[in-house]
């Protein structure tokens, strides 16, 4: 398995990074977690083919995790034509989110059809999914009021990696994190604490009891960014690509 961190940042682009994105290679296949709207620069920016996208799984529908997919969608049909299926996994309501927003963004172009199948799969949380070969474990997090977030665990060539998603800490971070060979964390701040991000002293206290082979913090918020001559744990960087 190979993660190539397309982008790191949190919602403001603090430090300069991108929006989170992540792609994820096994074997032939590849497959993003989350398509934040810089997903389609950061591909471009590191030579990677839009292409080698098979699918997508979104954790939320939150503009810094979902708002790429309609530059996607133009790069797909004008600059690097597709016409195999792109399937988006994701959350309830998925679909009409990703529909409204790429009529907003490009109304008239968004009522022509496509060239390519656009699928979708509507993922729930605590029921296992096989996509395109990847075992998806989708499971709920403290996020948004209402919506649902998540985070995934996921299953593929013989390694597993588990991503947070935006989330406050949580026991779930705990059980999943158990023999994943790689766990991507969100780690927004460091000073203030929420029930809906994770601060870093608060993964710092809890890293003993994650069972992960290696752990990763990215989304990284301002605070983190300022204080990170106190960071003993490795962080996400733009471009990074980690060999599982």
Known sequence: MRVTII??????????????????????????????????????TLGIPAERVDFIAISHLHGDHFGGLPFLFLEY?????RSRPLLI????????????LHRTMYRELAQRPLCFPL?????????????CGVELFPFRVPHQEKDVSMGYLVKAGGKSLLYSGDCGWNENLVA?????????????YFNRQTSFHVSYPEVAAQ???????RLLLSHLGREVLESMEQVTIECASDGQVIEV
Do not use: M, W
């Open 77 to 81: 049909l004008y600059e690097q034509p």
């Open 176 to 188: 999943y994190s158990q023999g994943a060979d790689l766990f991507i964390c969100e780690c927004c």
């Open 89 to 100: 996994a994701g959350p309830p309501g998925t679909e009409d989110r990703v529909k409204a």
């Open 207 to 213: 890293r003993y009891r994650l069972g992960c082979k």
């Open 7 to 44: 982008g790191a940042g949190d919602a403001f682009f603090n430090g300069g990074r991108r929006h989170s994105s992540y792609l994820v290679e096994v074997d032939d296949s590849g497959f993003l977690l989350d398509c934040g709207t810089t997903a389609l620069l950061g591909l471009k």
């Open 119 to 131: 699928e979708f799969r509507e993922l729930t949380p605590g029921q296992a999914a096989t996509v």
